[in-house]
Structures are given as C-alpha cells and as structure tokens.
C-alpha cells in the first residue's frame, strides 16, 4: 500500500534561515507528488506539485521541491523562509495507475514555526 | 467559483446529538473527499466519493458516521449519536480533472465541539 512519511514533526527556525522538510513515499510505480500548507486556523491550500518533467518544481511563495526518484523522496525547501511561513506542511502523493488513483494519501504533517 | 463551501463553519453540540456536516464542491468535480483531523491523528480520510458514488470507506471510524452524496453538488457527513471524541475539524475536499493529477481542493473546514 501507498505511504507518506514525514520524518520532521516539529521544525523551528529563525527568519532567513534555510528550510528543507524531508517526505519520502513508498510506491514502485509511476506517482504526482504535492505539498500542501495550513497557515494557522485555515485550510489546506496547494504549495506546489509534481506531475512529470523537471524533477525541481517551484511553487509559490519561493518554495520548491525535488523530486527524486530512487530515493522515493519529494523534499520541500525555501533558501530565507518568513515568519509568515509559519504553518503546518503536508506532502501527499497520488499514485497513477492504483486502483484507488484518486485517493492522494497524505503525511503526518510538519509544523514549522519561525522566530522573528 | 466560489471553492468548496462547507456549513456550518463551527458546531458545539452535546453528547449523544446528532450532527450533520454539509458540503458543496466545486461545480464540474466529480470527487468529492471527507477528511477529519486533530492534534493526535492529524489528517485522515474518512471516506471518498466518484460520481455520487461512495468508492472507499474505510476511513469511518465506526457505525455512527455516515456519509451520502444525493447529487453532484451535495454531500453530508452524520454523526448520530455523537460522543465527545469526535471533537475535530472535518474538512471537505472536491478534485476533477486527472490532468491536474488529482489536485483536491480544500474547504474550510467546520470546527465540531461536542461537550
């Protein structure tokens, strides 16, 4: 079966610092990666996702990802995060061609917080 | 569009009530997702529906969820009778086009207390 982990349950850091947040999913097959983020007391909202292509997919807000795969890994990186980066991150896969395609199984999430 | 609109945004009820969360997808989505999370579980689907249709359930926690989809752009979620564990934020999400990957899209969610 598809799984998600996000090793990182907490992450703090301090504004301009550097982010990376692990994901690692377990699927032999063909797979569309996101990551989501929850900003404090709203909703999921898509950062950015992965389909086909490039293996580095730049999102919104400066953040990116790179996929790769013999690693099974889609990490989340931002170069100077903001204190408004504080949120909780989701990474989540898809994968194509699975009996249930449409159903994305999601992480454990990463909350971040930025001291300012 | 106006995006996933779910109501009622906040529900206080007292155990053993029955509560009905709604949801409204995005028009043309024919996958429509019921999700619930806390600070213990964090995010869990709960169940999915393709067409109307419910496809995985196997996220209900027990017998006193139910969920329906009368039509395309309608869906509830029913907890009868509820218990104060049930305490959560149960968000709706609707996805369509397999071009997008699946993409889901989130609602903002209806905050449940129950006392």
């Known amino acids: 079966a598809q799984s998600v982990s996000q090793h990182n349950h907490h992450v703090i850091l301090s504004e301009a610092a550097s982010l990376e947040l692990g994901c690692n999913y377990s699927?032999?097959?063909?797979?569309?990666l996101f990551w989501y983020v929850q900003y404090p007391g709203q909703h999921l909202q898509l950062l950015l996702k992965?389909?086909?292509?490039?293996?580095l997919v730049k999102g919104i807000k400066g953040f990116e990802a790179e996929f790769i795969k013999s690693k099974f890994s889609f990490n989340l990186r931002k170069p100077s995060v903001q204190w408004s980066d504080t949120a909780e991150y989701f990474c989540?896969?898809?994968?194509?061609?699975?009996?249930?395609?449409?159903?994305?199984?999601f992480g454990s999430g990463t909350r971040l917080s930025i001291r300012p | 569009d106006a995006g996933v609109i779910q109501s009622p945004r906040h529900e206080v009820t007292e155990m053993g009530q029955e509560v009905t969360l709604r949801c409204k997808p995005i028009?043309?989505?024919?996958?429509l997702f019921w999700y619930r999370q806390t600070m213990m579980r964090g995010l869990e689907l709960l169940i999915y529906?393709?067409?109307?249709?419910?496809?995985?359930d196997s996220g209900m926690p027990e017998d006193r969820f139910s969920a329906k989809m009368p039509n395309a752009s309608f869906s509830t979620l029913k907890i009868q009778p509820s218990e104060p564990r049930d305490s959560a934020v149960y968000f709706c999400?609707?996805?369509?086009?397999?071009?997008?990957?699946?993409?889901?899209?989130f609602g903002p969610g209806t905050r449940l207390t129950v006392l």
């Open positions: 999400a609707s996805s369509y086009d397999r071009s997008l990957g699946n993409e889901q899209f």
């Open positions: 699927y032999g097959g063909t797979v569309n």
């Open positions: 529906f393709n067409n109307n249709v419910p496809i995985d």
């Open positions: 028009s043309g989505h024919d996958y």
């Open positions: 989540a896969v898809n994968a194509r061609g699975y009996s249930s395609a449409s159903k994305i199984i």
């Open positions: 992965y389909f086909s292509g490039d293996p």
